[in-house]
């Protein structure tokens, strides 16, 4: 008896030692994270042609192993990249979405990770107990116009019965090939969710996706749910009150829903939004640190002892959350006043190479926004929205705009200048006026949904803020919180 006590004993400070390691580990792996982040895909308007010399490095390098295991509609190769010498296969794929791109980046600082010669002990650790495969950007189609779905038009998150596209087939190859033990299934979701019930936005989300629509949780959803605790509890260090929980609704066509079935417990992680991070390159780093650290604890196996209790507190996803949110501000409709929320959001407009963007801004709702939050929020209340007028000179070209004080035309009441000669190709100006060519007519000043907002807030007669094309300006006194992007032209 005493010696079982004596074992006991033993075991618990073991485990509290591991713990105590893998935070530590944590801890370095965010603050040395300059070291590997791969800098040559630094935005999210990654391509294949982006990826596939980073891959080639890897090609004939001892230790690794880079096989091609598919190809995409339009002739795009797939990759797989394999390290490790141990028994317990790990497979993590990121892009079946085109247009979400911020594991993919990860994917490549954690093979950097790996090729540098630090870490040597937890490398070893790794390597030793795991074989790990990585599939970066499995719908490159998508990635090379920065869209969701394949070439096909489909969403290959919703072939895995049915195996139309080369790009699901391949994956459900590699899946059956490997029987991998543990799977991530990465992709980025919308910055507007929230963590339920706060202002805070899901910077990262996580499911254990069911495998029945009962829900039944087994040894390998079970296995899933510790490694999501285990994640949570990295993220909330670096991005508190950051993290939700997708609803776990069975979906029997989505590849998480049935790779979970097919017997890898399966992590799906989704990188929403962080304040201030547009190109998500401090969500890349995130995702770097926590799957990291999730594949190390997978290695040691210290993730078999976290209850399952705990993924149910983490909170519910939602999406409440606006790009600024302006707060009773005065709306006067044909001759009465009104109390008005205003959310904002802004939609990314990609350029033609989509290599770049420029925002078009819409209300997305209007009336009482009590129960949503904002990036930006602005207590308007004792402000009234008037309507921007058209500066009284037209302007020869674009450069002019350059002459002009913008800050005192906006103050003066100016959301709008004509200039004479436009070129066709120009959409929008990063100065913060629209741009109007000499025949368009500014419809009558209304506050509605979907509609792009041009307004300045007034109080005391006085023109406090500007809002243009969606962006907050503040006229008076100091000028923080500016985020302005660009205007619109108009023709
Ligand atoms: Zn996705």
Redesign the pocket.
Known sequence: MLKRLLALQALLFFSCTSEAQTINITDTLYATYGNYQESSIGKRRIKHQDIQPLIDQYRGKEGYEVTKVGTSIEGRPLHLISLGNGSTDVFLWSQ??GD?PTATQAIFDILNFFDSKDFSGEKKAMLDELRIHFLPMLNPDGAEVFQ?RNTLGIDI?RDALRLQSPEGRTLKKVRDSLEADFGFNL???SIYYNAERTPKPATISYLAPAFNYEKDINQVRADAMRVIVFMNDIIQKYAPGQVGRYNDDFEPRAFGDNIQKWGTSTILI?SGGFPGDTEKQEIRKLNYVSILSAIYTIATGQYKDIPIEAYENIPENDRKLFDLKLEGLSYNLLGNEYTLDLGIQRTEIDNSAHSDFWNRSTIADQGDLSTFYGYQVLDASGYTAVPGKIYPKTLNSLEAIKGMDLLQVLKDGYLYVRVADLAKSNKFVQYPINVLSTNYKIPEFRLTVDSNPNFLLQKNGINEYAVVNGFLIPLQGQQKDFRFKNALILR
């Open positions: 079946m979405h979400e969701r998150n992709h980025d979701q989704e």
